[in-house]
């Protein structure tokens, strides 16, 4: 089983290297906005399912009343990580998120998004004041906080790479030792475990965008 990605299209005479998880994101956008639309046009009632379930998911954290302020962010990075998961079962496809470079992507959007979002409902000077509290202990909470705010970063990129990257290993290896019959189950806790992982990385974002714009207590 080959991990790393590989180029999928060259151009200018192979100064521009196209990557096969770069094709398959795009082939995967196209299937959202062709899904989307054909939801809303045929079974509207099933979008409405989706955004409630995503709407009391972030309600959940950052309350009702302004859940959705946070809505099309968290949304759009829940149905993208959840494609981006699942396309990897479609012949001829990858998932983008096998891809250090993806996860560690929507990890970076997910830290600017909580200082973003902090920032937004505090004002920059109070989410600074709460970010550097207590200030007579600034020489040592300042460190502290670059180190969490790197570290989170980084857990998000390596749980969402590490476990979407395990398990296609173990189902790919699995998958060629039983019959033929005996594979879909397999397709289906990889659909399973993608779905999971899409979640996971949901909600310790909206966790991270919740204390973010919680009120300091001191």
């Known amino acids: 089983m080959n991990v790393a990605p590989h180029a999928a299209i060259t151009l200018f005479g192979g100064r521009l290297v196209i990557t096969n998880t770069v094709t398959s994101t795009w082939a ?30 972030v309600a959940d954290v950052v309350g009702a009343d ?41 990890a970076i959007l997910v830290f600017f998004a909580v200082h973003y979002f902090g920032i937004n409902a ?34 998000l990129t390596l749980r969402l790479f590490g476990n979407v990257l395990s398990g296609e290993m173990v189902v790919a290896v699995i998958f060629s030792l039983v019959q033929p019959l005996l594979q879909l189950p397999l ?18 974002a909206v966790v991270y965008i919740g204390a973010g714009i919680a009120a300091s207590d001191s």
């Open 122 to 155: 505090k004002g920059w000077l109070q989410y600074l004041k709460d970010l550097a509290s207590p200030l007579y202990l600034l020489p040592l909470t300042l460190p502290l906080e670059l180190i969490g705010q790197f570290s989170r970063t980084l857990s």
């Open 187 to 204: 397709v289906g806790l990889s659909l399973f475990t993608g779905l999971l992982q899409a979640y996971i990385f949901t909600v310790l």
């Open 28 to 57: 995967m956008i196209a299937v959202i906005m062709g899904v989307s639309w054909y939801l809303y046009r045929r079974y509207p009632m099933a979008l409405e399912m989706l955004i409630d379930f995503l709407t009391d998911l």
């Open 66 to 106: 302004t859940a959705h302020l946070y809505m099309p962010f968290l949304g759009a990075l829940a149905i993208f990580i959840a494609f981006a998961n699942l396309i990897g079962v479609v012949p001829g496809f990858v998932s983008p998120t096998r891809d250090v470079n993806t996860p560690a992507a929507l």
